[in-house]
């Protein structure tokens, strides 16, 4: 059964560090590219990284870029999401979600989502 | 950036209705996308994948349909756990984008 767990989600004044964490497991995990979105309170999806399987390509949304860095261990079989400079609008419950297969070109992406965690900047 | 225009932002229907929800691609993103259902505090569900492909477990009143830039969510007949909100995202580049979702409510 694939299973992701996203940890380390809590309160954060304005400006301040946070480390995200989804622990994978059931499936391949070092195969796969790997997705964070996340929703603020009330709001739509916004997609706001991704990595490839090896790490070798990494984007980011306008949003977040330069404060946000997205990272893999597949060792580990986790994924992480370094959030530095947070703000307000930061604000929201962040899921990660699985990419495709490197190695199957006909896998199709978003099939499974962990749970989320739940970010809160605020002073 | 490949933009997603989802519409309506939202629609009252009753049970037994047909439902239909439309997303338009900024440009073409062959079928790469797929349809999600979310109730309050849960993750999104995958209901739809590759714009028409029924995902497995997910009841056969939902379909997809679409190829390129125009693609279109149909509940053929909307039953009482069906509402929720519903959006559909592209990942044809390596950016993903969601539609702006559209909750279904009950009339």
């Known amino acids: 059964e694939v299973q992701l767990v996203e940890s380390g989600g809590g309160l954060v004044k304005p400006g301040g560090s946070l480390r995200l964490s989804c622990a994978a497991s059931?499936?391949?995990?070092?195969?796969?590219?790997m997705d964070w979105v996340r929703q603020a309170p009330g709001k739509g999806l916004e997609w706001v990284s991704s990595?490839?399987?090896?790490?070798?390509?990494?984007y980011y949304a306008d949003s977040v870029k330069g404060r946000f860095t997205i990272s893999r261990d597949n060792a580990k079989n986790s994924l992480y999401l370094q959030m530095n400079s947070l703000r307000a609008e930061d604000t929201a419950v962040y899921y990660c979600?699985?990419?495709?297969?490197?190695?199957?070109?006909?896998?199709?992406?978003?099939?499974?989502w962990g749970q989320g965690t739940l970010v809160t900047v605020s002073s | 950036d490949i933009q997603m225009t989802q519409s309506p932002s939202s629609l009252s229907a009753s049970v037994g209705d047909r439902v239909t929800i439309t997303c338009r691609a900024s440009?073409?993103?062959?079928?790469?996308l797929g349809w999600y259902q979310q109730k309050p505090g849960k993750a999104p569900k995958r209901l739809i994948y590759?714009?028409?492909s029924l995902q497995s477990g997910v009841p056969s009143r939902f379909s997809g349909s679409g190829s390129g830039t125009e693609f279109t969510l149909t509940i053929s007949s909307l039953q009482p756990e069906d509402f929720a909100t519903y959006y559909c995202?592209?990942?044809?580049?390596?950016?993903?984008?969601f539609g702006q979702g559209t909750k279904v409510e009950i009339k």
């Open positions: 440009q073409g993103i062959r079928n790469d």
């Open positions: 979600a699985r990419g495709s297969d490197y190695y199957d070109s006909s896998s199709y992406s978003g099939e499974y």
């Open positions: 059931g499936f391949p995990f070092s195969r796969y590219s």
């Open positions: 995202l592209q990942h044809n580049s390596d950016l993903w984008t």
């Open positions: 990595i490839t399987s090896s790490s070798n390509y990494i």
């Open positions: 590759a714009a028409s």
